[in-house]
């Protein structure tokens, strides 16, 4: 076995580069050995004790999320619920202010057209009176 390390780490030597195949210039380019014998040398080389220099990081696994998106969040939006429900008396209030305060706008506009009104017919009816000599 020890031989076969040895050659595998000759050969891995020779061969760093082209472990993998890739596309160069438009074209694939194949690996200089096949996937079996590339794993068969990489088993040997771990098993021998040595590093193997050539795996491709990866990426770090993001754990896994068990169970219903809705009944993980259903405690925050309880909270959420629980908070604006306590605000809730101060909301309504303001509510009902805004919209009395439309109603006594509405009104007041109303009522001043209406004082206008009956001010232009008074003032019609006091220059009708009225005698120019």
């Known amino acids: 076995m020890a031989a076969r390390v040895f050659r595998a780490s000759q050969s ?12 160069k210039d438009g074209k694939w380019v194949r690996p ?3 996937a079996r ?3 068969r040398l990489r088993k040997e080389t771990l098993l021998s004790g040595e590093e193997w220099p050539y ?5 770090e696994m993001k754990p896994k999320m068990k169970g219903h998106k809705c009944d ?3 405690a925050e939006k309880r909270a959420r619920t629980e908070e604006l429900m306590k605000k809730m008396p101060q909301m309504l ?9 439309k109603a006594w706008r509405r009104m007041m506009k109303l009522l001043f057209l209406h004082q206008k009104e009956r001010g232009k017919d008074r003032d ?10």
Not at 12 to 23: I, P, Q, T
Not at 55 to 59: A, C, E, L, Y
Not at 124 to 133: L, V
């Open 12 to 23: 891995l030597e020779e061969l760093s580069k082209g472990f993998y195949g890739c596309w």
């Open 32 to 34: 200089a050995i096949s």
């Open 37 to 39: 014998y590339r794993n």
């Open 55 to 59: 795996d491709k990081p990866r990426k």
């Open 72 to 74: 993980r969040l259903a």
């Open 93 to 101: 209030f303001d509510y009902k202010m805004k919209i009395n305060r």
């Open 124 to 133: 019609q009816e006091e220059e009708g009176n009225s005698i120019t000599i």
